[in-house]
C-alpha cells in the first residue's frame, strides 16, 4: 500500500525525522494560501501521485492530451509562479517513466517551503525477504534514478544488512555516514535520522521507505526532503488507521472490487488472464506462460476458500482487461475442492457468455469429480493434467508461440 509524499511527510515528522514545513493543498486557492502561511520566499510546488520520476514527468490535458507544462515538481520564487504552476498540475494528467503513456490525473499538491541545499543524498530502507532483514540503501548519487546509479556506478551505492533481532547499531550507522563522506554535526544528524527512521520502518510495518533526495543543509543538518514510503498489507490487522491513508483514486478499480471480494488481484500488460489459487502458484503459473511464450495479463490468487460466487467474479474481473485474449485456470486443491471449481467455471462461463479459449487444469482435492463436471458440459472448455500442458496449450490456442 502506497501513501502520498505529504502523508509520509506527516508520518517522518511524528517520528522526529526532520523535513521541511509544507502544506497538503487541493486548489490553487489553498495553494496561495499556504504560500503566504508558509513565509518562504521560495517554494517547491509538487505533484501528488503515486508513482516516482515526477520531476521529469510531463503534465497533459486529460481530455485532449494537449501538453502543458514539462516537471511535476517545480520551484516558485513568487506568489505569481505558484498560481501557475498550481493551475497547470491541478486536474491534468502527468506522465514519468513509472506511470506508463495513460499518467495519472493530478488531485494533491504539496507546497513545501524552500531549502538551503549543500548536497543531495540517497537513502532507503527495505525488506530483504532473502536475508530476513532490514536493507538500508545510501548514495551520494541523490536526484537521480537509484536504478541508473546502479547500473551504471554501482560502487557509489553503499549497503547495511540490519537484523531486526538486534536492530539498527551504532557503527552501522556511523559506517555509512562516513561512507557518505559525512563527518561531524552532519554525521550526527544522519545517525540520528537513520535511528528514527528504522525505528518507524519497523513500527509502522513499512515494505520501504525511500528518500530522494535526503539532503544537507548549509548548516549540517540532513533533512528529508522528498517521502516514498509503502506499508506491508499483511499488517492492514494492525494499522486501523491505514484507511484514511489510502487514496482509492489512486489505485484500479477493479483492483478495489477484487479486494473487496476476498481476491489477490495485480493487472499486468499481458493477454493471457491467469485464474489460481495460491501466491505461490499464481507467480509459477505466470512463470510458465511466459517459458512457453505467453504473456500473463494480471495476478489472481482467489485463495483457498473460494466458492462459486467468487470464482465468478474472478473471471468478470479477468475479461473487463480488454487485452485478454485467453484464459488459464490452474487449481491445486488442498482447501479448495476441485469440484466448486469446476461448478463455478461453468457458471461463469455461462452467465458472462465467454468467447475466448478457456484452458483447466485441476489437481488435488475431488479432483476426478471436478474433471467429470467439466467433461460432461458442453462448453468450449480445454482441459489440461499438469501445468506445462496448460501453458502452451493457452499459448497456442491465442495464437502464439508453442
Known amino acids: 500500500m502506497n501513501i502520498h509524499e505529504y502523508q509520509g511527510k506527516t508520518l517522518l515528522r511524528e517520528n522526529n525525522v526532520a523535513v521541511l514545513d509544507g502544506v ?56 505569481e509562479e505558484v498560481e501557475t504552476y498550481a493551475t497547470n498540475i491541478l486536474g491534468n494528467v502527468l506522465v514519468t517513466i513509472q506511470t506508463g503513456d495513460e499518467g495519472k490525473i493530478v488531485n494533491n499538491l504539496y507546497i513545501e517551503s524552500g531549502c538551503d541545499i549543500a548536497h543531495e543524498y540517497y537513502l532507503a530502507l527495505l525488506v530483504d525477504r532473502d536475508n530476513k532483514s532490514v536493507l538500508i540503501m545510501a548514495s551520494t548519487e541523490g536526484g537521480m534514478d537509484i536504478e541508473d ?65 535526503l539532503v544537507k543543509t548549509g548548516a549540517d543538518e540532513m533533512i528529508a526532503l522528498d517521502s516514498k514510503i509503502s506499508f506491508d498489507e499483511n499488517a492492514e490487522f494492525r494499522h486501523k488507521n491505514w484507511d484514511d491513508l489510502r487514496d482509492l483514486s489512486e489505485e484500479e478499480d477493479v483492483e478495489i472490487r477484487a479486494k473487496e471480494t476476498g481476491l489477490s488481484y495485480v493487472k499486468l500488460d499481458g493477454n493471457i488472464g491467469c485464474l489460481v489459487n495460491g501466491a505461490g502458484l499464481a507467480m509459477a503459473t505466470m512463470d510458465v506462460i511466459k517459458l512457453y511464450g505467453g504473456e500473463p495479463a494480471n495476478f489472481l490468487d482467489v ?100
Do not use: W
Open 24 to 79: 497538503h493543498c487541493t486548489s490553487v486557492d489553498q495553494a496561495l494560501a499556504a504560500y503566504d502561511n508558509l513565509g518562504s520566499k521560495v517554494v517547491a510546488v509538487k505533484s501528488q501521485i503515486h508513482a516516482g520520476g515526477r520531476g521529469k514527468g510531463t503534465l497533459y490535458r486529460p481530455d485532449t492530451r494537449e501538453h502543458v507544462m514539462d516537471g511535476g515538481v517545480k520551484i516558485a520564487f513568487s506568489k
Open 149 to 213: 546509479v546502479a547500473h551504471n556506478t554501482p560502487e557509489l551505492i553503499h549497503k547495511v544488512v540490519v537484523d531486526p533481532n538486534a536492530g539498527l547499531l551504532g557503527f552501522q550507522k556511523r559506517d555509512l555516514g562516513m561512507a557518505l563522506g559525512l563527518s561531524g554535526a552532519a554525521l550526527k544528524s544522519f545517525g540520528k535520522m537513520l535511528s528514527n527512521m528504522y525505528s518507524m520502518f519497523i513500527r509502522e510495518d513499512c515494505a520501504m521507505v525511500e528518500i530522494n533526495p
Open 303 to 402: 485463495g483457498g476458500g473460494a466458492d462459486e460466487e467468487q470464482v465468478k467474479t474472478a473471471f468478470s474481473i479477468i475479461l473487463e482487461d480488454p487485452n485478454v485474449k485467453g484464459i488459464l485456470v490452474n487449481i491445486f486443491g488442498g482447501i479448495m475442492r476441485c469440484d466448486i471449481i469446476a461448478r463455478g467455471v461453468i457458471a461463469a462461463t455461462e452467465a458472462l457468455s465467454l468467447d475466448v479459449p478457456l484452458v483447466v487444469r485441476l489437481a488435488g482435492t475431488n479432483v476426478d469429480e471436478g474433471k467429470k463436471i467439466l467433461a460432461a458440459s458442453t462448453l468450449n472448455i480445454h482441459p489440461a493434467d499438469d501445468l506445462a500442458e496448460g501453458a502452451q496449450k493457452i499459448v497456442a490456442l491465442i495464437g502464439g508461440e508453442e
